[in-house]
């Protein structure tokens, strides 16, 4: 690393609400919808970047390191809030008929959708569905209604794209867990998307 790289990158604590705040504060809530929680995931990457400002060592620019550590700090978040015993208790307690489910389990057809719970055609294409701000506010508002186990799996999984390996071990949970999981989240924002945003 040369001596010019490293103060290009280097780190400027006094600059970092200012420089950084407002971009990882819609970051954080877009990822956890509740502001307050958001402002304590930003603090929370403040103070541990000022803890961890010895281990910086400029290979990333200042930014993409304090994204990394709100990243960890998300995971800490979902990670605490999935150990809420009644989600424990609620997940424990669900047993689905098989005739229940909106997919098949076994045979040849395993995975595939039942004719009857085949979701509707949206008619949007994605890249307009990306840019229109109320279908946003809807994907939203649905992930915001999800169990906090679900929306935990989701966001984890989905939207940071975390592996599912890495997943199972921060939430603890086994990888039949996981698909579980997700597969409810991913029916409950089908249904509540569909019941928002095409009727």
Same mark, same amino acid.
């Given at each position: ?7 290009? $990158? %280097?780190?400027?604590?006094?600059? *970092? ?12 809530? %877009? ?8 402002? !304590?995931?930003?603090? !929370? =990457? ?6 961890? /400002?010895? %281990?910086?060592?400029?290979?990333? @620019?200042?930014? =993409? *390191? ?24 609620? !997940? +424990? $307690?669900? @047993? ?8 098949? @389990? ?14 509707? !055609? *949206?008619?949007? %294409? =994605?890249?307009?569905?990306?840019? $229109?701000?109320? /279908? +946003? ?36 949970? =086994? ?5 579980? /999981? ?14 928002? *945003?095409?009727?």
């Amino acid at each position: 690393m040369s001596h010019q790289n490293s103060e290009n $990158n %280097s780190a400027h604590p006094a600059q *970092w609400v200012e420089l950084y705040g407002d971009y990882l504060y819609n970051y954080a809530f %877009s990822r956890v919808n509740n502001q307050q929680v958001a402002l !304590d995931l930003v603090q !929370d =990457t403040f103070l541990g970047a000022l803890s961890a /400002l010895a %281990s910086f060592e400029g290979r990333s @620019t200042e930014k =993409t *390191w304090l994204i990394s550590i709100l990243k960890r700090k998300i995971i800490d978040h979902y990670r605490k809030s999935s150990r809420s015993k009644v989600d424990a208790l609620l !997940d +424990k $307690n669900f @047993t689905a008929d098989k005739e229940d489910l909106p997919f098949y @389990t076994e045979g040849e057809m395993k995975g595939h959708w039942r004719a009857d719970r085949v979701p509707q !055609d *949206w008619n949007i %294409s =994605t890249e307009k569905a990306i840019e $229109n701000e109320e /279908l +946003k506010a809807i994907i939203e508002k649905c992930i915001s209604l999800l169990p906090k186990r679900y929306a935990a799996v989701f966001i984890l999984r989905i939207i940071e794209e975390i592996s599912s390996d890495e997943v199972c071990k921060e939430l603890e949970i =086994t990888s039949s867990n996981l698909w579980v /999981l997700l597969h409810r989240a991913k029916l409950q924002l089908r249904d509540c998307i569909e019941d928002n *945003w095409l009727k």
